[in-house]
């Protein structure tokens, strides 16, 4: 194997692959990344028990040559060191390995010799043959991504809730997740009539989230028993699925509410985030959302420690009964409010020991749910 | 106490204050910021055992009003949790307390209320009643703390060594730090015959670095017994000094040399960089400097599992003998040239045994000394 590669390029690669590798592993070529050149350019892949990401760098990018192959072959290096050593290099980098997976590195006037491993012993990527596969933007993916994803659940006991639920319905896609205490749920239209569900472990879907490709590049979906393909043109990631049953979520969403009220979205998160300064000594971030009247809502906690706090805020548009006051984890609220981007958030009210419903105001794709502290 | 200040200032104080105070303490008053209203404005204290900073926020700063003082008085408040609500808080902040230092924030629709202590229990700073002072602006006694304090040593086996010392001869100010295989020396022009010299703790160092202050600000310098008084307009850090035996260091620097080189003062760096990439597995980061002839030198290192580097670079000058041949702990080395500003660094070699000299190219008030590894 023998090539050259633009330097900014290949260490970018390299430090996303080193992200996902294993750092330390009893069979260090687990640890690793493969490196393949051929005649169209470079492959490297690197991953984890859960997730592997494979990356082409093509012959020229942008209209500029950015490899030139002059040997074909493949080798296996360790992530950690070529990941270092590549970001303290600059310039051209030319990349030789021998018959014996003996590496050498060249920068300007910098030579490295390195060991490496042979690429028949990295493992092979299982094979997807699904026949349907979902076109999507990136954006749109990584959005809906986002917006569910901070409501899984952070512990294993139930490792389904530990995953983003897709559930693709003619077409629409719908994620969910949720932890029980809470639920995150966003529906987008997409072009397509599949119809089938899984859930994708958190870290996979953080990869998504953090692909660099532009908004607009479209991203493929494709599954088959227990695993996920994405691949957009110069990424592809394999994941696997998180199998088990995933509680129904269908109808917890109250299709009613005794009262709702309309806020400015930026001004609760702050006052909620305010608020939980005060009430962290439980680790409960209790948080007491009640109306004083149909145009002001106050916000409050307070600690026997600390003190208290409380400030009052508009309420921009309020319809149903006058009684409005709920127990919540302040945390929570403020990872549900910092999913939305309208200015206006609706937040529905059912009673002191029901859920209430948070939304963006005049939506119904995106709504999450809160379950109420018991105080007593 | 009754006042009114600017949000900004005063966050920016108590955060400032916040990083000294000792973080939980069995007397709670001890992980306090004392605030003091006074007819003259502000002036908020905190610190740990080995230092005290004050801070003094005047009625007005730079022609604008930032502080209203409507009754004086002071108050102790948890320097944690007011620096944290702080943060979250904006426009303008009115702060009471009760004589029961009860306190009562608030800053526009937002209510807090927090207990605080009595301020007559908090601790008196002593008072320093030395005679002479040493002024200086801020940003040169900075500049030669950072070009000493990386050399400290990082373990307390000799507590003296983890502190800067700071010898006033007449006429100039001598910065050493060592942890014995190294040693760097700042010698600065003063205006003063003071004759006293005495060791810093290092993390009060740290403290003057990381003043906000403009550059040309004068800091005064008080020493009396084992306290240190430093002193801006606005700021006073009193600290106290570390007692022991300082090694005797003068004469250690030699005053002839073998051979040596100048050279390019980044290129090294980023060289001897690269190159304890591949000579960490020891915890030693041996580096290797040779030079292959008058106009070349070679970088090198290499370690069983990572395999090897080598670079070359161009010498720019050199005076005395071919032979320059030696092998350094490549970390303290490009701690060395980091603390070095100019484009050239010399680089004076006694023989491979023997310290290395490592000086900006054309100056004598910067020396830093790097003792040789055994390699066998």
Known sequence: MNFNVDHSIVSTVVSELHKVCIARSVIPILSGIKIVASKNGLKLTGGNSEIFIEKTIPLELNGEKVVEVIEEGSVVVQSKFINEILKKLSGNVHVQADLNNAIRIQSDEVVMKIPGFCAEEYPKLPEV???????????????????????????????????VRMEFEKGKLICIATDSNRMSRCELPIPSELNKAFVVPAASMLEVINLKEADATILSILQE???????????????????????VTQGLIPTGYMSSITLHRKALQNGVDRACVFSRELKHNNVLLKLCDRTTISISSSSTEMGMIEE?????????????????????????????????????????????????????TYVQLISPRRTH
């Open 225 to 247: 028993g227990n695993l996920l393909v994405m691949e957009t043109e110069h990424t592809k990631l394999v994941s696997v699925l998180i199998e088990g049953n995933y509680p």
């Open 312 to 364: 009052r805020q508009k309420v921009v548009h309020m319809v149903g009964l006058d009684s409005f006051e709920i127990t919540l984890d302040g945390k929570y609220l403020v990872e549900a409010l910092r999913g939305i981007k309208e200015e206006f958030v609706e937040i529905q009210f059912n009673g002191a020991m029901k859920p209430i419903v948070i939304k963006p105001a005049q939506s119904n």
């Open 129 to 163: 043959h699904a026949q349907q596969s979902v076109e999507l933007p990136l954006g749109t993916i990584k959005e809906a991504i986002q917006q569910t994803i901070f409501a899984v659940s952070k512990n294993d006991v139930k490792p389904v809730l530990t995953g």
